[in-house]
């Protein structure tokens, strides 16, 4: 069957979801993840196509969409809903479909040629070279748009849908990941602190964690206690988390990433292999994945799951 092509003559053939698999040694933990993986992009599958959109913008959609992303967050948001609800309910469905939906528009804008000005992205074009930059533009702004309409349609009690959408617009927003996003392009070509890489990693990634987190808590009816925990939780591995994408992105090849290995120091980002060197980095992740670890130790041996991927985060290929 010869693959279709878009204006921009760009392969649009279908694309294999690959399964995620991570470096470790629990054939139930890799099950779990991929099982729910797989869950959240029949979820997305299933919003997508209820949605009355224009065609072109939908192909977009659904190619940025229902690509083979690693899903980490809104599994992260679907676990932490089990742990305090013993199961995933409606409103965790809906709550990891958005959360999948914000942070792909992140990553939708964060290739476009005036932000890290990317081609590649989930192991195929990204979105500006097989859709043109407009559509890019407006295909992350309906993602992003999209995920608080299905927050205040699908979720059913009011005080749910607020708190939920109040967590993820806080955390997308001005003061969380677009902060981030533009401290990060403001540190182009500086040398940077430390302090000050911690400030733009926390904002434009660890609090979209801390928000999946606090999302799925919330979703299943958890104490503040509960929701406290698991909000600290999720910032300390959203941390190590990008420290981890800032360590393979000296140390990976684009093959294994699915993204462009290396253009961190080629647009001269301010990383924390560049400020602190690879050896403390890998030792900072690891410290912080711990510490989320200690984090869960009241929730006993239900908590494992989160346990493991906290580990898993940092030690992952891709
Ligand atoms: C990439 O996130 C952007 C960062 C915050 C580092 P992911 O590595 O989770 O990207 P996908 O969703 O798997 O493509
Ligand atoms: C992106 O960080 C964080 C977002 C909020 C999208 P990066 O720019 O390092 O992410 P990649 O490496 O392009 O995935
Ligand atoms: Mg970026
Ligand atoms: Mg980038
Ligand atoms: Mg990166």
């Not at 500006?128 to 992350?140: S, V």
């Not at 420290?243 to 990433?257: H, K, M, W, Y």
Request: aromatic residues 4%.
């Amino acid at each position: 069957m010869k693959a279709r092509r878009n204006r921009y003559n760009v392969k649009l053939g279908k694309f294999k979801i690959k399964n995620w698999k991570l470096k470790i040694e629990n054939q139930d933990f890799n099950t779990q993840l991929r099982r729910r993986a797989q869950f959240v992009t029949r979820t997305l599958q299933r919003l997508l196509a209820s949605q009355q959109i224009d065609s072109e913008l939908k192909e977009a959609l659904r190619y940025t969409l229902i690509s083979p992303g690693k899903r980490v967050r809104s599994v992260l948001a679907l676990w932490c809903c089990e742990l305090v609800s013993g199961e995933v309910n409606h409103n965790a469905e809906i709550a990891a479909a958005a959360i999948e939906m914000v942070h792909t528009y992140s990553l939708v804008h964060d290739d476009l040629p005036a932000m890290d000005d990317d081609d590649l992205r989930r192991g195929q074009p990204t979105c500006h070279k097989a859709f043109g930059e407009a559509t890019a533009i407006l295909t992350g702004d309906a993602l992003l748009t999209l995920a608080f309409e299905i927050l205040a349609k699908e979720i059913d009690e009011s005080a749910i849908a607020v708190g939920l959408i109040g967590e993820l617009a806080q955390a997308a927003g001005p003061a969380g990941m677009i902060a981030g996003q533009m401290a990060d392009l403001k540190a182009e070509n500086t040398e940077g602190t430390e302090q000050h890489l911690r400030i733009i990693h926390t904002n434009k990634t660890a609090k979209m964690f801390r928000c999946a987190a606090a999302m799925g808590a919330i979703a299943g009816g958890a104490d503040d206690n509960q929701l406290k925990r698991l909000c600290d939780y999720g910032l300390k591995i959203g941390l190590a988390f990008q420290i981890a994408d800032d360590i393979l992105d000296v140390c990976g090849s684009s093959e294994q990433l699915g993204k462009t290995a290396g253009k961190d120091a080629k647009a001269a980002k301010c990383t924390y292999p560049a400020v602190l060197g690879m050896e403390k980095s890998k030792q900072l992740a690891k410290e912080l994945a711990d510490e989320a670890v200690e984090v869960l130790e009241p929730f006993g041996a239900k908590a494992d799951l989160l346990r493991q991927l906290a580990m898993a985060l940092v030690e992952r290929t891709r």
